[in-house]
């Protein structure tokens, strides 16, 4: 087994890799013209983020038995013309679960106790008490959309606290002893708060805007530690501005680069520039997923799954 690594990842992977005897080779700065090229000599290979593996690509891989990719979804990769060519298709959303999940509850109870702007305030010279009183999390419902790895640890984290946790998955029978299962409908009737631990797919793009956000009965707060797409940047500015979102801790943005490695292509957006200065925002570069636990986590999971298939 000839294995092509095109991020760097945790250094376990290629050890225990070459203790299954596999050939690994690591190339982090061929272009992606460059790395087709050479494709057809890998059954396998190892991707985070660099570029998309699109048909072009598959086409050049002829040899290719499987493409690990690690993190928790698939975006990046023509998942259907992998499948159709025989390609097993590994992710790791078992590997950044907890990070995600303790990321999403620390963003939820900095923005109900104001810490981003206290903490901003107190290193300016400002002792300001009453103006910043902050918001308890009990007794509130939290709705959780995609209840998957991430939402179901998500709802583990909150069983210390005394809300409601209720989750809408396009799948059925996903609910447990942490969360029930209700019709979307009912999500946005009873929320107080909103977490998305959604893929990226066509459902999902642009799924929080004008009108989704409309349809909430209360004001709300807004997670997102999943795809920056799903959300409407400019439709969750107006919401911020009228009141019907509350505030907004946001890991991932509308405009990120599929490598992830900067942000802008260009100018900054309009929208943004309101988020960077909204008091009520949290933002962070999508590290959410990114710890030095879940590096290790993540890695050991592609080990795990191609051991299972193909030893």
């Given at each position: 087994m000839k294995i092509l690594?095109?991020?760097k990842?945790?250094?376990l992977l290629i050890n225990q890799f070459n203790d299954l005897g596999f050939q690994n080779d690591e190339d982090y700065t061929s272009l992606k013209e460059e790395i087709e090229q050479k494709i057809h000599?890998?059954?396998g290979i190892v991707i985070r983020s660099r570029f998309k593996i699109?048909?072009?690509f598959l086409d050049k891989a002829t040899n290719l038995k499987f493409i690990g990719r690690v993190g928790a979804g698939l975006e990046n990769i023509d998942c259907e013309y992998a499948i159709k060519k025989g390609i097993h298709l590994i992710s790791a959303p078992e590997g950044n679960r907890n990070a995600v999940?303790?990321?999403?509850?620390?963003m939820l109870l900095s923005l109900f106790n104001k810490l981003n702007k206290v903490d901003n305030e107190v290193r300016n010279g400002k002792w300001l008490r009453e103006e910043n009183r902050g918001v308890e999390l009990d007794g509130k419902t939290v709705g959780i959309i995609g209840y998957g790895n991430t939402g179901k640890s998500f709802a583990k984290k909150l069983r210390g606290f005394d809300v409601e946790v209720i989750c809408y998955d396009i799948k059925n029978d996903v609910g447990d002893e942490n969360c029930r299962q209700v019709s979307l409908e009912e999500l946005q009737k009873k929320a107080d708060v909103l977490s998305l631990h959604i893929p990226q797919t066509e459902l999902t793009i642009n799924m929080v805007n004008e009108n989704f956000i409309n349809k909430f009965s209360k004001s709300f707060w807004l997670i997102n530690t999943a795809r920056g797409k799903s959300v409407v940047t400019e439709d969750l500015v107006f919401a911020l501005k009228n009141g019907k979102i509350l505030g907004a801790g946001l890991d991932v943005l509308e405009y990120e680069k599929t490598s992830f490695e900067s942000l802008f292509l260009s100018e900054i957006p309009q929208a943004f520039q309101y988020l960077i200065n909204a008091e009520n925002v949290i933002l962070s570069p999508h590290i959410a997923g990114w710890t030095i636990e879940s590096k290790e986590k993540l890695a050991q999971t592609i080990v795990d799954k191609v051991k299972l298939k193909f030893c």
């Amino acid at each position: 087994m000839k294995i092509l690594h095109i991020d760097k990842n945790h250094e376990l992977l290629i050890n225990q890799f070459n203790d299954l005897g596999f050939q690994n080779d690591e190339d982090y700065t061929s272009l992606k013209e460059e790395i087709e090229q050479k494709i057809h000599k890998y059954n396998g290979i190892v991707i985070r983020s660099r570029f998309k593996i699109d048909k072009q690509f598959l086409d050049k891989a002829t040899n290719l038995k499987f493409i690990g990719r690690v993190g928790a979804g698939l975006e990046n990769i023509d998942c259907e013309y992998a499948i159709k060519k025989g390609i097993h298709l590994i992710s790791a959303p078992e590997g950044n679960r907890n990070a995600v999940a303790e990321h999403a509850l620390g963003m939820l109870l900095s923005l109900f106790n104001k810490l981003n702007k206290v903490d901003n305030e107190v290193r300016n010279g400002k002792w300001l008490r009453e103006e910043n009183r902050g918001v308890e999390l009990d007794g509130k419902t939290v709705g959780i959309i995609g209840y998957g790895n991430t939402g179901k640890s998500f709802a583990k984290k909150l069983r210390g606290f005394d809300v409601e946790v209720i989750c809408y998955d396009i799948k059925n029978d996903v609910g447990d002893e942490n969360c029930r299962q209700v019709s979307l409908e009912e999500l946005q009737k009873k929320a107080d708060v909103l977490s998305l631990h959604i893929p990226q797919t066509e459902l999902t793009i642009n799924m929080v805007n004008e009108n989704f956000i409309n349809k909430f009965s209360k004001s709300f707060w807004l997670i997102n530690t999943a795809r920056g797409k799903s959300v409407v940047t400019e439709d969750l500015v107006f919401a911020l501005k009228n009141g019907k979102i509350l505030g907004a801790g946001l890991d991932v943005l509308e405009y990120e680069k599929t490598s992830f490695e900067s942000l802008f292509l260009s100018e900054i957006p309009q929208a943004f520039q309101y988020l960077i200065n909204a008091e009520n925002v949290i933002l962070s570069p999508h590290i959410a997923g990114w710890t030095i636990e879940s590096k290790e986590k993540l890695a050991q999971t592609i080990v795990d799954k191609v051991k299972l298939k193909f030893c």
